[in-house]
């Protein structure tokens, strides 16, 4: 007899992991339990379960959180959360895992700020520990590296350019940009990436690893204010841009080849920025 799956989502009272528990709930719960973990204490209330778990582990402390004093405190903040997983991985019925890293660990640091250091070196850590793990346990394993993300508006903001451009155009009919450069940044819709991971997680084979950047589109900072302005009707004389013509623009781009090619093949509904926009914004 098959063991009962269950589902379980770390940092789940973030922004990304909400959107999974949305789509989880809406489309992929029959036979599956979700148990959430939004603190590091707890961890140990389902230690030892007898079952095959998906582990959606989307905790993390961002190099932008309020918790960090010092840098040493970030990186032994991240070191211990890496030590409970790594336990919790050894000690369960791994089934699939996902993890989401970083666009960073492959370009130049864009803030030139050690915590940023700590992050990225941190999640290119991560990435090849438990890549190793999958290959020792056999389970199936999904990175996908993210650059920036867009999707449905909650109460808690993520700190994001294009979600805090969006508020500010729907709060105050008027876009302000308030990068110096025209930045080129690579974005992925959640309800794309939460579909593609879900599917390779509970549909993959056993053992099977994937790792993509996850990039719906490519655009610049202005690019994307005259699309949100169309959407909210917005007049183009509304969005207020402070560029300096004498600092170069920073190229942010993903390879997004295999992301396209997971995309394509899944069969849920997709989006352009102008409807991914018009959804989120409930245009």
Not at 20 to 44: C, E, H, M, V
């Amino acid at each position: 007899m098959n063991k009962k799956e269950i589902i379980v989502i770390t940092g789940s009272s973030g922004w990304l992991s909400q959107n999974f528990l949305r789509i989880l709930g809406n489309k992929y719960l029959a036979n599956k339990k979700i148990i959430t973990i939004s603190s590091q204490s707890d961890w140990k209330k389902i230690n030892q379960i007898d079952n095959d778990i998906h582990l959606i582990h989307n905790a993390f402390v961002l190099p932008q959180s309020n918790k960090i004093k010092t840098p040493q405190s970030y990186q032994q903040k991240l070191d211990s959360l890496l030590i409970d997983t790594k336990e919790f991985i050894k000690n369960n019925n791994i089934k699939s895992f996902y993890y989401p890293s970083s666009g960073l660990v492959d370009i130049e640091n864009h803030k030139n700020l050690e915590v940023y250091s700590i992050y990225k070196e941190q999640k290119k850590k991560e990435e090849k520990q438990f890549t190793q793990l999958s290959t020792e346990q056999n389970f199936t394993l999904v990175i996908s590296r993210i650059f920036s993300m867009l999707g449905p508006i909650s109460s808690q903001q993520p700190k994001s350019n294009f979600i805090s451009l969006i508020t500010q155009a729907i709060e105050l009919n008027k876009i302000v940009i308030e990068s110096e450069t025209d930045d080129t940044h690579s974005i992925c819709f959640l309800d794309h990436l939460v579909h593609i991971v879900i599917d390779l997680l509970f549909n993959s084979k056993k053992g099977a690893q994937y790792l993509f950047d996850a990039v719906d589109v490519t655009i610049s900072l202005k690019e994307f204010s005259l699309q949100l302005a169309n959407c909210l009707d917005i007049e183009e004389k509304n969005i207020v841009d402070n560029f300096k013509s004498n600092l170069a623009t920073r190229k942010y781009v993903g390879n997004n080849t295999q992301y396209k090619t997971l995309l394509n093949k899944n069969n849920f509904i997709k989006y352009e920025l102008s409807s991914y926009l018009a959804k989120i914004t409930n245009k």
